[in-house]
């Protein structure tokens, strides 16, 4: 991949070049995760890679807004480093997709940050990637909204791409913060409905570490 030549590996805190987190910032990080079971809702497992803290919370702003795709193997090194339990669990899924943007909206950004981080997540698990959902309308940013707008707003945002074969497959969704977690449903109801079995949905970071709940 062409940003892979453009931005040479390094700490994203301290600019040491090697890795985009280095282990002495790792540990200064103090990085915490959730993995999660869920009943009763169209995913079964949530995985988040970090908690939604300031640190995080500017390094999401760079990548999304501020014009830095390259952080996309910052998220995934943060999200996988000594985490082997969870790496030989995503392992055994089928396919990796992720949450689409409107076409008039990822031209204007550039870049869909969800669908780099599923390429650098695909090629560490070595899973293929596959865009199987698309946002046909611009809805508004669910940042912006309440937890009920937010409901109302992702509704009907995702269609099926034709022809895809999903049939009893297992997949895991990539997004980039899981908040209430409307965004992941109204996804992962699309493809529960044109066959998947289970859906891991995989997020680098949860605006809270409480449980999920539905």
Same mark, same amino acid.
């Given at each position: 991949?062409?940003?892979? %030549?453009? %931005?040479?590996?390094?700490?994203?805190?301290? /600019?040491?070049?090697?890795?985009?987190?280095?282990?002495?910032?790792?540990?200064?990080?103090?990085?915490?995760?959730?993995?999660?079971?869920?009943?009763?809702?169209?995913?079964?497992?949530?995985?988040?890679?970090?908690?939604?803290?300031?640190?995080?919370? &500017?390094?999401?702003?760079?990548?999304?807004?501020?014009?830095?795709?390259?952080?996309?193997?910052?998220?995934?090194?943060?999200?996988?480093? =000594?985490? *082997?339990?969870?790496?030989? %669990?995503? =392992? =055994?899924?089928?396919?990796?997709?992720?949450?689409?943007?409107?076409?008039?909206? *990822?031209?204007?950004?550039?870049?869909?940050?969800?669908?780099?981080?599923?390429? @650098?997540?695909?090629?560490?698990?070595?899973?293929?990637?596959? &865009?199987?959902? @698309?946002?046909?309308?611009?809805?508004?940013?669910?940042?912006?909204?309440?937890?009920?707008?937010?409901?109302?707003?992702?509704?009907?945002?995702?269609?099926?791409?034709?022809? /895809?074969?999903?049939?009893?497959?297992?997949?895991?969704?990539?997004?980039?913060?899981?908040?209430?977690? $409307?965004?992941?449903? $109204?996804? $992962?109801?699309?493809?529960?409905?044109?066959?998947?079995?289970?859906?891991?949905?995989?997020?680098?970071?949860?605006?809270?570490?409480?449980?999920? $709940?539905?």
């Amino acid at each position: 991949m062409i940003l892979d %030549f453009i %931005f040479e590996p390094r700490c994203v805190f301290c /600019k040491k070049i090697g890795k985009y987190i280095c282990e002495n910032c790792y540990e200064k990080l103090n990085n915490k995760y959730l993995f999660q079971k869920v009943e009763k809702d169209y995913f079964d497992y949530i995985y988040c890679g970090s908690f939604y803290n300031d640190l995080i919370k &500017k390094q999401i702003h760079n990548f999304k807004f501020h014009d830095k795709p390259y952080l996309y193997k910052y998220f995934i090194e943060l999200s996988l480093t =000594k985490n *082997e339990k969870i790496f030989n %669990f995503l =392992k =055994k899924f089928d396919l990796i997709t992720y949450i689409p943007m409107n076409n008039q909206k *990822e031209l204007k950004r550039g870049y869909n940050q969800s669908k780099l981080l599923a390429k @650098e997540l695909g090629k560490r698990l070595k899973i293929d990637v596959l &865009k199987i959902l @698309e946002k046909p309308r611009i809805i508004k940013t669910q940042s912006s909204l309440s937890e009920e707008e937010r409901k109302i707003n992702a509704r009907g945002a995702f269609e099926f791409i034709d022809g /895809k074969d999903i049939k009893n497959k297992n997949i895991i969704l990539v997004d980039d913060i899981l908040t209430t977690g $409307s965004t992941a449903r $109204s996804a $992962s109801k699309i493809l529960k409905l044109n066959g998947a079995n289970k859906i891991c949905v995989f997020a680098i970071s949860k605006t809270t570490m409480r449980k999920y $709940s539905t």
